[in-house]
């Protein structure tokens, strides 16, 4: 994918942008009420990359259409999941990068971006299962976490549920607070795709809705 273009990820039928967070400004995109959350951060990183999150959603709400972004208000729904109206929106930003998804009438969706690093032994045999990683791996263990962090948005959970709730060798599956919450969404099916990018990124996104294709 480009830098800071709109790409359609075809395993998954969701739309992604990227976007680079430094020197962003929100102009008249920002909602009133976004507006007000913006102005109060009090750590500039924190409101740099929470406004780069937005830009990049909004980038793929107003696609196409004749409606200004701010038109586009941004809310948690029930789960806490970013929505638009009906439609969900899955943001993630690492290291100066920004991405968001989007794919209409979809009632799961997941994003995560992580920058490709070392990590702490204990990070390995912590997060992730030996059928999972059988090796110190930061690229393989890079995108394996993004994975658990997609689905963990997805889920609406975040770090709430223990990332060893989400088994990602073969067939991803749940357990723990992740198999409830699954339960309770209706166990939505769902499609995964993962891209190694931007350079020196892995960025991992779910997405599907009730009668969809696991895999």
């Known amino acids: 994918m480009a830098a800071e273009t709109i790409e359609i990820w075809p395993a998954t039928g ?6 680079k967070v ?11 009420r976004e507006a007000q959350t913006y ?7 924190r409101r740099s990359e929470w406004l780069a999150g937005r830009l990049a959603a909004k980038a793929l709400l107003t696609d196409g259409g004749g409606k ?11 789960f806490g999941r970013p929505c638009c109206g009906a439609t969900l929106v899955s943001i993630s930003h690492s290291n100066g990068w920004a991405a968001a998804a989007v794919k209409p009438g979809a009632s799961f969706l ?20 030996p059928s999972e990683l059988q090796k110190q791996d930061p690229s393989e263990g890079t995108r394996l976490w993004a994975i658990k962090e997609a689905f963990l948005k997805a889920l609406g959970l975040g770090l709430m549920a223990d990332p060893m709730d989400i088994r990602t060798a073969g067939k991803v ?14 166990s939505p099916e769902f499609t995964l795709e993962t ?21």
């Open 173 to 186: 599956s749940f357990s723990g607070k992740a198999l409830e919450r699954h339960r309770e969404m209706g």
């Open 14 to 19: 969701a739309r992604v942008k990227l976007l």
């Open 39 to 45: 102005a109060a951060f009090r750590i500039e990183k």
């Open 110 to 129: 997941g994003l995560d971006l992580e920058k490709i690093e070392e990590r702490h032994p204990a990070w390995y045999s912590d997060y992730f299962y």
């Open 68 to 78: 200004a972004p701010a038109e586009f208000e941004i809310n948690p729904d029930k």
């Open 22 to 32: 430094e020197g962003l400004v929100p102009g008249a995109a920002l909602s009133a």
């Open 195 to 215: 891209r190694q990018e931007p350079a020196g990124f892995w960025t991992a996104l779910v997405a599907g809705e009730a009668g969809g294709t696991t895999r």
